[in-house]
């Protein structure tokens, strides 16, 4: 039996949907692509802003509070090496990039995580989602994304979104649900409200949680942003891209250091942020 | 352990006939002990439920400290938050201060729990994130009080509790006896009428927890509270307690003073537990002393007035200590100035022995 047709068929259906969705749904689209890119434009512009030793400045001072003086020292050097590169437009494009993809991850994942930690057949229906997005190859979010929004950071900063949320709405929701039982109890007996409960009791307790969440939403935005460089991200995503085209490795490696740099920076101030968080929870 | 400060009889706690069953099948099981009158046994044979409270009756006055011992599974815990209602009752009454608990709406019981029934945790539940003058100030916090007012009360509290220079610090930084001593801070401060200890002290060291139950008693008396005492120690309970009750399997099988329960024991599972007892601080001058008539009948070459002197609430303790200072072998009992009765040598060894025949009392 020849199976082709009911394949054909499937595929002709997608196609047309996604036109439909695009022909119809084009005001809405416009409209997500412009929330998208004016976030963007407004972080790179801040990012921007100042000359590139400020920015490494900055990140010395946060390495030296949440970690420690040799630390921040060294993400400075780090930073500045990216500069000495020529590389430092596109290392802060991408990480205007990350940021925005990261927060718009936190908005909507830190809320919908909240929701699952407190409904558990919520939580039922969300976990079978999550474990898919998270299984499906990450390129696969650019293609309807680049139908629907065209080509650019708008195309890359959706894909990454839905790359990052997964982490965060899971560690948001397994803080909620790990609430210890005796401070339930405490709350229970000394009259809290639902309010009170949630924000006095088991709020404090999901923090540490919720930023291992952060820090792990960060870390696939950045491994997502790079393979985003196809659809004209913008950034050292789109410099490895083209320099993968043209077979320019030693352009290709300068990036890559930049990326693992500017990875590893903020891998490490957010690491230790959620640490204090739970040093000062305990 | 009476205290002679209980002038009010007004009943704060007051259950009657509570049942406790846990299950799936808990509300058929429920209806079998309400029409049938089932037994333990049988409902965990026809219905696959455990029972966790079983027809409980007691009543907790103003003032005093009621104590409920059971070792781990008697259904002590369960039958606490049934006073609160942290555990729906299956069956039976519970009246606080007046007001059927089981009858509260939400709001209701959420003030009542915030203003007239404090409670105190095993594992103290301090809040990590807040200093311990945060952690005593929480109920108060919870009702809306004022930051300034709150904190002013809470210090007090905490005051009362020996902690005064701790009130900036976090619980992590406080020993397990201190820790505990900011949980019942945190109880005091929000003034309740009732204080629910559950096991409080159970996972402390015996010198500090000696120390601990010491001050709580000390405190509760002086405050005027109420409070209900689980634990699994009866020493512990008779050391605290002006009224014990002793649980098993869910049934409360004696109500009494510490000296009831150790001189008459309901049956042969309370007096086991009582054996080990000491009678030492439990049996008291009044119930040894024989009549000063008779003791200057037996005694002719001693003069009364010449003996160290005690009163009558003295333990044998105390009357052992009174008699090796002593160069003779008795120790009077003094009440209001006058000698009502003498004890000797041979009725401290009746009274630490436990011999029930006493020689008899002076009333």
């Known amino acids: 039996m020849d199976t082709s047709i009911i394949t054909d068929r499937f595929d002709t259906w997608t196609d047309d949907a996604l036109a439909w969705i695009n022909d119809n749904g084009e005001w809405l689209f416009e409209f997500i692509r412009m929330l998208l890119e004016g976030t963007y434009d407004g972080i790179l512009w801040l990012l921007q802003l100042p000359p590139f030793y400020i920015i490494a400045i900055i990140a010395a001072l946060l390495g030296w509070r949440l970690i420690n003086l040799a630390s921040g020292i060294l993400a400075a050097i780090a930073l500045i090496f990216c500069a000495v590169m020529g590389l430092w437009a596109e290392t802060m494009s991408t990480l205007a990039l990350v940021a925005t993809a990261t927060i718009l991850a936190l908005v909507v994942g830190i809320p919908v995580g909240i929701v699952a930690g407190f409904v558990p057949s919520f939580n039922r229906v969300l976990e079978p989602v999550l474990d898919l997005i998270q299984t499906l190859p990450p390129y696969i979010y650019l293609l309807p994304a680049i139908a629907l929004l065209g080509y650019g950071p708008a195309t890359a900063l959706i894909a990454t979104f839905i790359v990052a949320m997964p982490p965060a709405i899971r560690l948001t929701s397994l803080g909620i649900r790990m609430t210890p039982r005796e401070f339930i109890e405490l709350g229970q007996a000394s009259g809290l409200t639902s309010w009170q409960m949630f924000t006095k009791i088991r709020l404090p307790f999901a923090i540490p949680s919720i930023m291992a969440g952060i820090n792990q939403s960060l870390m696939m935005a950045f491994g997502m942003v790079v393979i985003a460089g196809i659809v004209g991200s913008g950034g050292l995503g789109e410099t490895i891209y083209g320099a993968v085209r043209t077979l320019d490795i030693a352009t290709s490696i300068n990036a890559a250091i930049a990326i693992v740099i500017l990875t590893m920076v903020l891998d490490r101030l957010t690491q230790s942020a959620a640490r204090r968080a739970k040093a000062g929870g305990r | ?363």
């Not at chain 2, 029934?117 to 952690?135: C, D, H, K, W, Y």
């Not at chain 2, 005027?224 to 014990?244: C, M, N, P, Q, Y």
């Not at chain 2, 004696?254 to 150790?262: C, K, L, N, P």
């Not at chain 2, 009549?291 to 009163?311: I, Y």
């Open chain 2, 1 to 363: 352990m009476k205290t002679a400060m209980n002038d009010s009889n007004e009943v704060l706690i007051d259950c009657q006939n509570v049942w406790k069953i846990f299950g799936a099948r808990a509300p058929a099981a429920i209806q079998a002990v309400a029409d049938r009158g089932l037994s333990k046994k049988q409902i965990l044979q026809d219905f696959n439920c455990v029972v966790g409270v079983s027809d409980a009756s007691l009543h907790v006055r103003r003032g005093e400290i009621f104590c409920i011992m059971g070792l781990s599974g008697s259904g002590k815990s369960t039958l606490i938050r049934l006073l609160n209602r942290l555990i729906e009752p299956s069956l039976g009454t519970i009246t606080v201060k007046g007001k059927d608990v089981a009858r509260l709406n939400a709001a209701q019981l959420r003030d009542m729990r915030a203003r007239n029934i404090g409670m105190v945790f095993q594992s103290v539940a301090l809040l990590p994130n807040r200093t311990v003058l945060e952690n005593a100030a929480f109920g108060l916090e919870v009702r809306g009080v004022a930051k300034d007012e709150r904190h002013k009360t809470a210090r007090a509290a905490l005051e009362k509790v020996g902690l005064a220079d701790w009130t900036a610090r976090y619980p992590n930084e406080l020993s397990g006896g201190m820790q505990q001593r900011v949980g019942l801070a945190r109880a005091l401060a929000a003034d309740p009428e009732i204080i629910l200890m559950d096991e409080p002290f159970s996972a402390l060291d015996p010198l500090i927890r000696r120390q601990l139950q010491d001050e709580f008693r000390q405190l509760t008396k002086s405050l005027g509270k109420s409070a209900v005492f689980i634990t699994h120690d009866l020493e512990e309970a008779i050391r605290i307690g002006d009224r014990i009750a002793i649980m098993k399997d869910g049934v409360i099988v004696q109500v009494g003073t510490a000296e009831e329960i150790v001189t008459k024991p309901a049956d042969d599972y309370v007096s086991d537990f009582v054996a080990g007892i000491s009678r030492i601080h439990l049996v008291k001058a009044h119930s040894v002393m024989q009549p000063v008539a008779k003791f200057r009948a037996s005694h002719p070459q001693h003069d009364v007035e010449a003996l160290l002197r005690t009163s009558p609430d003295a333990d044998i303790g105390e009357l052992i200590d009174l008699t090796m200072q002593s160069n003779r072998d008795a120790v009077a009992v003094v009440e209001n100035g006058t000698v009502i009765g003498v004890v000797t040598t041979r009725a401290l060894l009746r009274g630490v022995a436990g011999t029930p025949e006493h020689e008899p009392a002076a009333a």
